[in-house]
């Protein structure tokens, strides 16, 4: 198949780009390469994914008459919509950053997805879009209408905009809710990069809400299998949704929401243990509050995801460290002494 990735030059856009690469599939690139984080990582991804079936268009979801011309000239049949400004945090900075990529941006896929008669249409969504709930496992069946942050909120937006397409056109549309993904080639902002490069520095990390965190942390290789089977799960309507009782999670429409996580989540002084243990080097702590954005605990259900591609992510904390460990000092040349 013809699939048009955007963010491929991301995290779990490489990831992806390079399985569908490998199961024989025309892979078409789009992203800005911006600076948000590290641009040399984002490049040495992108080298990673040299192939004859790899074709890279390098701009912003924003340039709408760009964005157009790629479909008009590859023609996908997929479209898997990666690209995002990301971060809670940064969204309290910068927040037109976040309406331009995750508002404008999505809005211009969904018009060319539509116009170009794009069989199925893959986006990312947010665990953050829970926000202030606090039943626990998070189920895509239950109401997420109190973010916490702009992020969320762009990505809550993404969901409603989505279905709104799926009604009106008929596209049939996917949304992933990614619990904090981890993994090599992870990104520079994310915890086990930033606690990774501060305890090998002798530097302190950040411990924030003093330790008491849970979260669903899910390696990349899940995200990406569960992706990939995903893809060719077109969602149907719902015969048995309700106007009376709407359920959230599905619809009338061809529309599906999605948790991807480890339905596991982990003790923030935990995950900080596995990270000690593989360098062999206690972490100095700085423990602080919780920051304006951020929630306390993630966990997620996700028996829909189950259900519909019989698979769940699986992969062990320590196994998932162990990895991403390797990889950077692979990466960066580091010895550890």
Known sequence: MKIIVTGSAGFIGFHLSKRLLNEGHQVIGIDNVNDYYDTQLKEDRLRQLTHDNFIFVRTDLEDSKTINQTFERYMPEIVVNLAAQAGVRYSLKNPHAYINSN???????????????????????????????????????????????????TKKANELMAHTYSHLYGLPTTGLRFFTVYGPWGRPDM????????????????????????????????????????????????????????????????????????????????????????????????????????????YA???????????????????GVSKFIDWYLDYYGVKVK
């Open 103 to 153: 508002i404008v941006g999505f809005m211009n896929i969904l018009e060319t997805c539509r116009h170009y008669k794009v069989e199925h249409l893959i986006y990312a969504s947010s665990s953050s879009v829970y926000g202030a709930n606090t039943k626990m496992p998070f189920s895509v069946h239950d109401n997420v209408d109190h973010p916490v942050s702009l992020y969320a909120a």
């Open 301 to 319: 259900d996700v028996e829909d995801l189950y259900n519909e591609i019989n698979f769940r992510p699986q992969t062990s904390i320590k196994e």
């Open 191 to 298: 915890a086990l990069f930033l606690f990774t490069k501060a305890i090998l520095n002798g530097e302190p990390i950040k411990v924030f809400n003093n330790g008491n965190m849970m979260r669903d942390f899910t390696y990349i290789d899940d995200i990406v299998e569960s992706i990939y089977r995903l893809i060719q799960k077109k969602p149907e309507p719902n015969p048995n949704w309700d106007g009376k009782k709407p359920d959230p999670g599905t619809s009338y429409a061809p529309y599906r929401v999605y948790n991807i996580g480890n339905s596991n989540p982990v003790n923030l002084m935990d995950f900080i243990t596995a990270i000690e243990e593989k360098l062999g080097i206690e972490a100095k702590k700085e423990f602080l509050p919780l920051q304006a954005g951020d929630v306390p605990a993630t």
